[in-house]
């Protein structure tokens, strides 16, 4: 599984990419590998206010239904609705087309708590995620 690394990465397998003060956020092809065949995301609205390692969303899968949560703190700008109507999206686009939200950042500092992509992939071998 290839891990871009123009982006941060959480412990629960969600991807974040900041761009100014705006931070497109997704999850990562491994988690989208452990859930299977995605079947249904439900995503926040446009102005919620939302800290950092909030529950955010759900993405269900013919397996399970997970939360989905917040890498960093911030306001939603935009949800992609693709991913709402189309959700097998983040089977085969995980790091492209299936980003989830956009956020204006509350604090650019939360991003220095989140793993670059070779610390992420060394934790995914750790995890047995490899």
Request: aromatic share 8%.
């Amino acid at each position: 599984m290839a891990v871009p690394t123009d982006r941060k990465y959480t412990k629960t397998h969600e991807w974040v990419l900041v761009d100014g003060d705006v931070a497109t956020i997704g999850i990562t092809d491994y988690a989208q590998n452990e859930l299977g065949d995605i079947t249904y995301v439900e995503l926040p609205g446009v102005g919620d206010d939302l800290g950092q390692s909030d529950s955010f969303g759900i993405v269900e899968s013919v397996k399970a239904a997970s939360d989905i949560y917040m890498p960093v703190a911030g306001e939603v700008t935009e949800a992609n609705g693709d991913t709402e109507d189309a959700p097998e999206l983040l089977n085969s686009s995980p790091y492209q087309d299936a980003w989830l939200i956009r956020v204006k950042l509350s604090d650019a500092a939360q991003l220095d708590a989140l793993m670059d992509a070779d610390t992420y992939e060394k934790y995914l071998e750790e995890e047995g995620g490899h």
